[in-house]
T-cell receptor
């Protein structure tokens, strides 16, 4: 079975501080991993993905994520948070081996950046 | 968000009504998806179409009926819905190639069933 856990419903961080949004996954075989962001009244916007290669993936708006196979984690990070980063963040996974293109999403983490 | 568009953006309907949600993608993709987003729950995949053929029906009740006339358009026909069907319905598309391709989402239709 494939699943994603985002252990924190809410993360608060001060503007200018580094931020981390946590994600762990469970999948048969190797994973494809994704981060999406959702602003109010909008759809999900793609941020970054891990397919293969370098464990550190860089994406849009200065975000990056590190794939850790031993800890089955794919935490989202940014060195310096902006107020405009406040949004709902979703981690998603699918198995390389299944061949299907179905994504499994976490429940989301609401990030609030405090001015 | 011009890559994937959805109409209407908001919809209020009674339990006896029939309505349809429309999704259009302008990305040249071959796979399209319907998701249901409810508060505090993971996105629920409802249907998947690859090259106009339905490849996934995730145990969705028959009161939801998808239609994919071509690779650019996807509909979700609604009839005799229940209040618990109130949610944000998201459409997505991807290239259809099984290599970790990215899904791109529309803005969603906020549905309220009274």
């Amino acid at each position: 079975a494939q699943s994603v856990a985002q252990p924190e419903d809410q993360v608060n961080v001060a503007e200018g501080n580094p931020l981390t949004v946590k994600c762990t996954y469970s999948v048969s075989g190797n994973p494809y991993l994704f981060w999406y962001v959702q602003y109010p009244n909008r759809g999900l916007q793609f941020l970054l993905k891990y397919i293969t290669g370098d464990n550190l993936v860089k994406g849009s708006y200065g975000f990056e994520a590190e794939f850790n196979k031993s800890q089955t984690s794919f935490h989202l990070k940014k060195p310096s948070a902006l107020v405009s980063d406040s949004a709902l963040y979703f981690c998603a996974v699918r198995s390389v081996q299944t061949g299907a293109n179905n994504l499994f999403f976490g429940t989301g983490t609401r990030l609030t950046v405090i001015p | 968000e011009t890559g994937v568009t959805q109409t209407p953006r908001h919809l209020v309907m009674g339990m006896t009504n029939k309505k349809s949600l429309k999704c259009e993608q302008h990305l040249g993709h071959n796979a399209m998806y319907w998701y249901k987003q409810s508060a505090k729950k993971p996105l629920e995949l409802m249907f998947v179409y690859n090259f106009k053929e339905q490849t996934e029906n995730n145990s969705v009740p028959s009161r939801f009926s998808p239609e994919c006339p071509n690779s650019s358009h996807l509909f979700l026909h609604l009839h005799t819905l229940q209040p618990e069907d109130s949610a944000l319905y998201l459409c997505a598309s991807s290239s259809g190639m099984p290599s970790g391709e990215t899904q791109y989402f529309g803005p969603g239709t906020r549905l309220l069933v009274l």
